[in-house]
C-alpha cells in the first residue's frame, strides 16, 4: 500500500468513526425519548414490539481494589492477555 493509500484509508477511517458517533447520540436520544414516554412502566406492547426497560444487577470484581487488599489472589486469579491496539496520529 503507498503513502497516499494509507492516508486515504485512514481519512475513510476518521469519517467512518465520526458517522459512528453521530448515530450512536441518535441511537440514545431516540432510546431516551421513547423511555421518558414509557414513564414507569417496564413494558410496552405495540402492534409490532415488546419494549422493555428493565432494571437489573450484574456482580463485578472491583481488581484495583482486590490489587491493594488481597495482591496474593489477584495475581492468582489475574491472567496475562496478549493483544494487538491499532492507533493512528495526524502529524
Request: hydrophobic fraction near 30%.
Amino acid at each position: 500500500m503507498t503513502d497516499r493509500q494509507y492516508d486515504n484509508r485512514i481519512k475513510k477511517l476518521i469519517e467512518l468513526k465520526i458517522a459512528k458517533q453521530d448515530l450512536e447520540r441518535q441511537i440514545s436520544a431516540i432510546q431516551d425519548e421513547i423511555k421518558a414516554e414509557m414513564g414507569e412502566e417496564r413494558t410496552v406492547e405495540t402492534s409490532n414490539f415488546f419494549i422493555r426497560n428493565t432494571e437489573y444487577e450484574q456482580r463485578r470484581v472491583d481488581s484495583q481494589k482486590l490489587k491493594t487488599s488481597h495482591p496474593k489472589i489477584y495475581l492468582e486469579c489475574s491472567s496475562v492477555v496478549t493483544a494487538h491496539r491499532f492507533s493512528y496520529t495526524e502529524k
